[in-house]
């Protein structure tokens, strides 16, 4: 009977041209904002995910460091230290070292930057992670060549990444000058200690931070004049099976050092080095799904329109429901489930379009931005609790915009309206 009156009242000839329109337009909005929704927030949870598996695969999942630069001393040489090595055999370690420095060209331009020094084994595992991540994705923008371990740096040469680079106008193999940035600050007619240094290659990890701020070398090959640099920090970084595990990892570390210890390392994992990131992406997602949460919550409301100009020009075929025996509350329920019946098919229309795009997007990412991102393709990942969510506050969203206005029946008398001429 439901599904006859919906017909009958609402898409039929004898519904009358704007109750029609109304409802097609309704039906078409809740459909629309209800996939758009689902479609963006899939496709910026791939993107999250991509840039995720990135940041695992190039950096390492947690790092030690000395806090203070003027009591250094091997770490390894630490019992804590040297019994993770024993009891996490799994764990791939190794030492590194990184300061800040300041990097000179021959035309005279000046950049700071980040150099990192790692040992030849971490080099050659670079290399493979990060041609693991580039194969089979040659369409990116800013793709080089693949990294070959024969390439790894050796004496006197550097690796740079792609942004700074292109920042400084510098291609491979040519030179430039390192400065430790308290060259700055010594007193008029003192040279500073530099280091001139080739540029072995030019490689593109697609993380931002590190293609426009990093440089790398061969540890005991290169920047060895900057051994006593202020900002020089040394440690060691480690690689997990799986680095989300890295948090547990460190309160597993933490619980092994004394206090003396604590208070002397810096113990980082990868989410707290990339922290910010994390952080603004989370943000980005958190307002872009409100606004269009907001505008499907406009759309579903147009379900009142529909149902409140439809009760007041059927009055009268009201009345003489009730006339026959239908009660109030009857009645009531009748509008409450038409309502449902429009908002829930272009609910379920929204979910249908929206869930097989983003599975599409996810098997076959489609590769249409412009040059000016480091990926060109669009990722996608679909969230089976986001889903869920949506389904159930649309249902919800949908319940009450039918049940208000259909409340309005209990209020009409059917001897009052059929006396009504007009």
């Known amino acids: ?44 949870g791939g993107m999250n995910e991509s840039i995720q598996k990135r940041i695992l695969a190039l950096e390492p999942h947690l790092t030690i460091s000395q806090k203070k630069t003027d009591k250094r001393y091997p770490l390894e040489s630490l019992p804590a230290i040297s019994e993770i090595k024993k009891n996490h055999s799994e764990v791939r370690s190794s030492s590194f070292e990184s300061q800040d420095v300041i990097l000179r060209t021959l035309d005279g331009k000046f950049r700071g930057a980040v150099a990192r020094g790692m040992n ?7 290399i493979e992670q990060l041609n693991k ?43 430039i000058t390192v400065i430790p940035p308290e060259g700055l600050i010594l007193p008029p007619g003192e040279a500073p200690s530099f280091e001139k240094v080739r540029i072995k290659k030019i490689i593109s990890t697609s993380i931002a931070d590190v293609d426009a701020q990093f440089i790398f070398y061969q540890r005991l090959a290169a920047l060895n004049n900057f051994s006593k640099s202020g900002s020089r920090r040394t440690g060691i970084q480690y690689w997990l ?32 080095r990339n922290g910010a990131l994390f952080y603004a992406l989370k943000l980005e997602k958190l307002v872009i799904g409100i606004f269009l949460g907001l505008a499907g919550l ?20 009201i009345a003489l429901l009730m006339t026959l025996g239908m009660s109030k509350l009857r009645t009531s329920q009748l509008f409450t489930k038409m309502g449902l019946c429009l908002s829930g098919t272009g609910l379920g229309l929204g979910l249908l379009i929206g869930t097989s795009v983003s599975y599409y997007i996810q098997e076959f990412p489609i590769n249409i931005l412009p040059q000016i991102y480091y990926d060109s393709h669009i990722p996608a990942r679909v969230d089976l609790f986001v889903l869920f969510g949506v389904m159930m506050v649309g249902g919800v969203i949908a319940f009450l915009g039918s049940w208000v206005p259909a409340r309005t029946v209990l ?11 007009n």
């Open 298 to 317: 406009v759309a579903g409301t147009s379900i009142l329109t529909v149902l409140a100009l439809l009760m007041s020009q059927k009055k009268r075929d």
């Open 241 to 272: 099976p799986d680095g989300h595990n890295a948090e547990n990892f460190k309160e597993e570390i933490i619980a092994s050092l004394d206090e003396k210890q604590k208070n002397e390392l810096s113990i980082e994992t990868w989410q707290e």
């Open 411 to 421: 209020k009409i008398e059917p001897s009052q309206v059929l006396r009504q001429k």
């Open 120 to 126: 030849k084994e971490s080099f050659e595992d670079f």
């Open 133 to 175: 991540l580039d194969q089979g994705n040659k369409n990116r923008i800013n793709a080089v060549e693949l990294w070959n371990a024969s390439e790894v740096p050796g004496v006197g040469e550097i690796v740079m990444g792609i942004d700074l680079a292109r920042s400084l106008e510098l291609l491979e193999g040519e030179f």
């Open 1 to 44: 009977m439901v599904w006859y009156f919906f017909r009958r009242l609402i898409f039929s000839v004898r519904a009358g041209a704007l109750v029609r329109r109304i409802a097609w337009l309704s039906l078409i909005s809740i459909t629309v904002s209800t996939s758009a929704f689902l479609i963006v927030i899939f496709v910026m």
